[in-house]
């Protein structure tokens, strides 16, 4: 039987007594998808509602034009498919396992079972699905305002940087714009400013056609929606990335004013914009860090990374001029042991270190080597859960449950 203690993160089954829950418990039934099979398809009849036991679904919908659109990713405690249950009409969207995924399963006679015993399972239902409408109206009229906007729009820069090559910064910002675009789906861009040597593209497995020093910087401001999108490559997540340069000897080309102009038609389009800087202070690079909301500054436990950041920290104050509020000290334990511990780095900077990121063992280098972020394809382990944890942080949103926890 399913803990009710799980039942009690779910929106839907929340304040019901425990007679209630339990009666619920008995009448779900576990349900194993591999990844990358389909749960069910726009059309299809809904026979079945789920909540997310274990694993990750994306739930994306087709226009009559056969243009696919990512509507979500869920996680662990959230229920989906309740919609055509609730209606008796197909499905109005398709559900694909993103990862392999354990769910359970409410079929339809339990459903009206339950719903003409139990008053307020159906309520608890209508109101759901109402908070669900108001949220999915807010995030549309958001976007229609960011088309129509004739100058710059609100969304918010977050910069990744490090003063030294090899600290994971490439990693981490681009599981972070994977882990942002999850929660807020078609609203993240990444701008990958490392313009020598540039591998996000890499890490996410893209190909991309067109790079920053490829556009007129003049120009840029004056591309639509559809314009812009044709110029960025497009990540399963529905993330998008464009990239500096797509060769080294291109990243000379790149100016102040490409960046400056990226970064504003970015944020017209774009709730949420990660940039991956370079380990220098170039004037591509200041104005990158000038113009975010939060600077991740990451640091390895060595005493050559303490030594370099603590420079670093001056540079920001007395050169760049950035408030002290604005930059975030990530901790990153890339090996499996510390040379040194969080606190030589909080008794170095005389101020606390933000957030650490676990080592993560052969989880990077493996997802790394298939062209996948492991915030999506290995979001259980403890080095995603930290980046997505991070992400949460940047935004205020609630850290999503603990995969596994309540099962017995």
């Known amino acids: 039987m399913v803990d009710t203690q799980f039942l009690r993160t779910v929106d839907l089954f929340a304040p019901l007594p425990d007679e209630d829950l339990t009666l619920v418990a008995n009448s779900l039934q576990e349900r194993r998808v591999r990844q990358g099979q389909v749960i069910f398809r726009q059309g299809d009849a809904g026979e079945s509602m789920y909540i997310v036991l274990d ?13 696919q659109r990512v509507l979500s990713f869920l996680d662990v405690g ?24 354990t769910l359970l399963e409410l079929r339809r006679a339990d459903f009206e079972q339950l719903s003409a015993s139990r008053p307020l399972v159906l309520r608890q239902m209508m109101r759901l699905i109402a908070e669900r409408q108001v949220a999915t109206n807010q995030r549309l009229v958001q976007q229609e305002s960011g088309d129509e ?5 609100q969304g918010r820069v977050f910069a990744v940087y490090s003063s030294k090559g090899g600290a994971g ?19 993240v861009a990444l701008l990958d400013l490392a313009l020598t040597f540039g591998d996000v593209p890499l890490v996410l497995d893209l190909e991309p056609r067109v790079s920053l020093a490829n556009i007129d910087a003049a120009s840029l401001g004056q591309l639509d929606r559809d314009s812009l999108y044709r110029q960025l490559a497009l990540h399963p997540s ?18 102040v004013e490409h960046v400056q102009a990226a970064l504003a038609i970015l944020k017209r389009y774009f709730a949420y914009v990660v940039v991956d800087t370079s380990s220098n202070f170039a004037d591509t690079n200041i104005a990158a860090l000038e113009a975010s909301e939060r600077v991740l500054f990451l640091i390895t436990p060595e005493l050559t990374a303490l030594r370099a950041a603590i ?5 920001f104050a007395e050169v760049i001029h950035l408030p002290p509020d604005r930059v975030l000290y990530v901790l990153n334990h890339l090996y499996g042991f510390r040379a040194l511990g969080r606190g030589d780095f909080e008794q170095a900077f005389k101020r606390s270190v933000d957030a650490e990121i676990p080592h993560g063992g052969d989880v990077p280098i493996q997802a790394a080597l298939r062209g996948q972020a492991f915030v999506a394809s290995q979001p259980g382990t403890a080095i995603a859960r930290a980046v997505d944890d991070l992400s949460r942080t940047l935004t205020g949103a609630p850290k999503r449950a603990q995969a596994g926890f309540f099962r017995r």
């Open 55 to 67: 694993g990750r679904v994306r739930i994306a919908t087709t226009d009559p034009q056969g243009e």
């Open 78 to 101: 959230t229920l989906f498919g309740e919609l055509a249950l609730l209606t008796n009409e197909p499905r109005s969207t398709d559900a694909h396992a993103v990862t392999d995924v």
């Open 149 to 153: 906007a004739g100058g710059e729009g």
């Open 169 to 187: 910064k490439t990693t981490v910002a681009a599981n972070l714009a994977v882990a942002l675009a999850t929660q807020f789906p078609e609203q």
């Open 238 to 255: 529905t993330l998008r990335v464009l990239p500096g340069a797509l060769r080294p000897e291109q990243g000379e080309e790149v100016t």
């Open 311 to 315: 420079d670093c920290q001056r540079i």
